[in-house]
């Protein structure tokens, strides 16, 4: 069970950024998932939740508007779409799974999970 996130980058304030999140060793389609990031020093914070068939999407007050998720259940693939984006967006970005629920389930969006991405550094610079 693998997951990875990728595309991350160096963008101006205002840009805009596609993270993607990708599944190996088991099907992405029956689960929900999560993002978070982390910027060193400081406490993880949650972003959202997409359920397994997109049809439950939950965001923190914080990025609702410029932040969305998708996702691509044929290519294993889950997105999130980050627009305007401003420079305390600067952090590694994760996505999780907790492998037992196609639903957004409170243990996932606090982050009591042992499945975890391999984040991605977003920074956001003028």
């Known amino acids: 069970v693998q997951l990875q996130g990728f595309g991350g980058g160096l963008v101006q304030p205002g840009g805009f950024l596609r993270l993607s999140c990708a599944a190996f060793?088991?099907?992405?389609?029956?689960?929900?998932i999560g993002w978070f990031r982390q910027v060193p020093g400081k406490v993880r914070e949650w972003i959202g939740c997409?359920?397994?068939?997109?049809?439950?999407?939950y965001y923190e007050d914080f990025v609702k508007g410029p932040f969305t998720m998708s996702r691509d259940n044929a290519k294993n693939t889950v997105y999130l779409q980050m627009n305007m984006l401003k420079p305390d967006g600067t952090a590694v970005y994760y996505c999780?799974?907790?492998?037992?629920?196609?639903?957004?389930?409170?243990?996932?969006?606090?982050?009591?999970?042992?499945?975890w991405g391999k984040g991605t550094q977003v920074t956001v610079s003028s």
């Open positions: 060793g088991f099907t992405l389609a029956n689960h929900a």
């Open positions: 999780a799974t907790d492998m037992e629920s196609h639903l957004c389930t409170s243990s996932l969006r606090s982050g009591r999970t042992d499945y």
């Open positions: 997409i359920s397994s068939e997109a049809d439950n999407k």
